[in-house]
Structures are given as C-alpha cells and as structure tokens.
C-alpha cells in the first residue's frame, strides 16, 4: 500500500491521491530548485557495481483490478532485475477473470513467480499477508502492482546485506512517474526516527527481513489505507537502530496517474495513520496534523505536572523572550547559575514568532533519547535562518535557509521536527544534568562548540532533533557570523571522519549558499562488483 513520501496522510487501498494533495510536497522552491535539477542529473546516472549473489528475496505483490498494461509492467521490472535470487509472491484479491489470467500466463512463463488466489477481495492488508504467506525468502521487498522497480534495485538491497548481513530493514530514495517521464526524486536522509514520525520515511522501496515481519505480525487490516506506514512504525520499534540501512538510490518508481478520490476517503486514512502513531507513542505523545501541512504530522510530546523549570541562558536576561503557554522559566545570563531542569541557550535579540515554542522545546528535551532540541529561527523578514544543522567536511556546519517563510522545504525539512546531526545554540535545549555531565561546551571548538557538544553526545547514543514548532525570529537583522579559523581546525582534528559523512543527509544532495541541490556526480556505496 502506498503512503505519500512526502507527507503524513495516507491512501486508501489501489488508491492514490495523483492530483491535488501533491502541492503539499512539491510547493515551494526548494522542492522546485531539486525537480528542475533532476532531468540533467538523470542523463549521467549509473547503477554503479551490484553483486550477483545473496539470499533470496522475495517480491510481494497484491494485486486487485489494476490496469492491464501497468500491471505487464510492474511484473517486467521484477523479472527485468540484473539480480537473479528472487521469487514473485502475487496475492490476486480476487480480481477480474482477465486480470487472474494475465497473472497465471506470466506465471506459467517464469517458475520464480508464486501465486495464491484469494477467493473473495480481503483489501490491501490481508493480501499482502497472503502474499507473505507463501513467501520462502529471508527478505521481502513490498511492490504495488502498477509501480515500477529499478532494474538494479534488488542487487542494491543484496549489497547492502552483504556489507552488513544483521540488517532487519532497508529503504530507499524513490522517484515519481507521470506519463511515463522520471520526475519528483525523493532523495531521502539516513535513517531518521523522527522524521519517520511527521511522515512515511520508508515508503518506496521498503525492504524487510522476513523473520521479523512474522514476529510482529505482518500488517494489520484495522489501519487500512495506512497499513504500511503501520508496519514501518512497529519494525523499527522492534530492532535498533544500526539494522536499519538508507540506500541513496532511487530504486523504486512510483507511477501517477489521474484517479477519482473522494476527501471522506483520504480523512479516514490520515486518521488510521494518526491511530498507528498514538499506539505507537502511547502516552509519551500526542499525534496530530501538522499546523501548515495537514497531511503530515506533528507529535505533541507530554510534559509532566507540574511543569519542570526552565532556565532561559541568554547574554541579557531581561530581553529573554517569554511564552505565555510556558510560564514556569527563568532567565540567567550564564549556564553555572540556572536552576532549571532544562537549559534553553538563546541568542540575544530573539522574540516569539508563535506562542508555545517553550512547551515544544521541553517536551523535546525531556525525551530520554534525545540530547539537544532546537528550533526554528526566522530573520525579521521572515526569512529562515537556523533549520538544524548538516555536518560538512569544509564548513564544519550548514544550514537551510529560505527566502518565502511558507516555503514547506524539500519534501517537508521546514515544517517537520526531524533529527539532525546538531542544532546551533542560536536555540538549543538541552536537560541540565545532560549539559553539566558532558562538561557543557569546549572553548576549543569556538564557534562550533555547539556542534562538538552534540557529537560528543552522539557518542553515547543519543541524537539531535530540529523541531519548526518551537519558532522565534530575531528583533533585527543580524550581521553574517565571522569564520573561526581556530575553531574549525579543532573540529576537523577532532570528528574529520564524522563531518565527512553526516549519518541524516543524502549524499545526492548538498547545499549551496542555504540552498539545496543536486551533487554533480552520483555517490554509490563500496560494494562488491558483480560475479563473472
């Protein structure tokens, strides 16, 4: 079943919304500025080095009435595959007599293709867990029956098992078609459980050990329309985090095509979405709409009562920016005589772009997975200037910038919590144990020192997360920040391997000036070449 990759909302069984709803992924000239680019960068894509052997994958394919000449193509992109170990598991959920026959012909063509007929329509959930049920391969790759994949897209996923054989979950980049041109890439960040969380990171192509599907109980028909994201959810919560691998390729291609689609439909399946997310959360936190993208999804984390106290650490402390929604804070011009449980570093000049950025930041904070929560921090005139921060061998840090304020950013960066690598002390909020327990941030990273406290933290397992819901914008304009050359030596001596490949970001992408683009040149991962 298919989840938009952009967006929290999800679709009904065979459905798809192609039309209207894509504006909330592709408004936007960050969105734009990456789809402009992609024509030329596909001309040089190369699939680079896959492996000829590996376990067997197997391909679960539930079918129900798709149109015939996409149906011939979507089982051709399985049996076109440079990969040879796998097996076509096709569940028929009672389709038309001419649909069953063109699924019997192909498998009377190629043994390597399974079939099981469902004797009344079950919906998307129960046949893809009949299509498991006959499934005999370690892995299984989930297919619609009118998409395509790429031709070496299961020789990547064997790649990638056989540099790391533990993995439990792999996804990857994904890209749409409309009238048969390749256009809107997905290029997706590393591994993001935050991301995952506003909206269906894995998607297009979602792979899964086999085993583990079975533990948790394949996919569940009472989330309809969002059963996949469903399962995303719930496998990642049973394995850690190092079994989840991003390969930076666009290997599946997701087809558009004009359907009718009614919004009763589309608001029951952004609810069974929010339902899977308020299992998935439990009390820890509240799923909801997104404020600006409806379709995706905004978590509530809980705070507990009464309020913990929070030490606003800015230079002048009685400019501190308030949040009427959060009364229970204090401001101190210095870290050694706060008394809150959490500390809030805020630079001088900020002012609230929106109430409740003190409630967002401590329900982010309080996380005991997370270490550093930071916000959303706007120049005066409204253009963005702090979005979390991308590590970079050169630069040490990057950051998006934008110039429309209602810019979602590519594919949602602007308007979703996610995590990140770093936040910038511009807003950074930290649990004060946390901050005095790492020694809070070294002189020796200078400028970068907010940076270097996250990758130390990082170091004992705890990650970063950018959140849009805690918003402020600086009083005035601010002057550029002058480069620190002492600092930056000092970061590259002490993390160079760790800002040459930022765990959270897509080596097909970089950033230029604030903007992000395409790289000129297609990275692929160390793998095997093929066997002769």
Known sequence: MTVLPSMGGVLPPYLRVRLGALRYSWRGRQSAHVERAYPAWLRHETPGFCVADGPLISVLLPVHNPPAGLLRAALAS??????????????????APEVAALVAQH????????????????GIAAATNAALGIATGAFVALLDHDDL?????????????????DLGMIFSDE???IGGRRCRPYFKPGWNPDLLLGQNLVSHLGIYRRSLLEKIGGLRAGFDGSQDYDL???????IPADRIRHIPEILYHWRQHPKAFSSRKLDACRASALAALAERLGPA??????????????IAFAIPTPPPLLS??????????????????????DASSARGQILVFLAPGLVPAAPGWLRELAGQALRPEIACAGGRVDQPNLCVAEAGSTLDPDAIVQTLSAADP?????????????SVSAVSRICLAIRADLFRAAGGFDPRAGAYADADLCLRLAEQGLRCVWTPHARLRYRNTIAPVRPDAAGAAYMRQRWGKTLAHDPYANPNLVIRAGTLGLADRQPHPPQRPATP
């Open 78 to 95: 399985v049996a076109g595959q440079t990969y040879t170990n796998w097996e076509l598991c096709v569940a028929d959920d009672a389709s």
């Open 107 to 122: 498998a009377a063509a190629d043994p390597r293709i399974r079939v099981v007929r469902l004797p009344k329509n079950t």
């Open 149 to 165: 994949l790429a031709p070496h897209a299961l020789a990547r996923v064997a790649g990638a098992l056989a540099d790391s054989p």
């Open 175 to 177: 890209d749409q078609l």
């Open 232 to 238: 995303a959810l719930r496998a990642a919560a049973a």
């Open 285 to 298: 936190g509240h799923p909801e709409p997104a404020p600006d993208q409806p379709l995706w999804t905004r």
């Open 312 to 333: 606003l650490i800015v230079r002048e402390p009685a400019e501190a920016p308030s949040d009427p929604l959060y009364p229970s804070a204090e401001a101190v011009a």
């Open 406 to 418: 209602d810019d979602p950013g590519y594919l949602g960066q602007y308007q979703l919590a996610r």
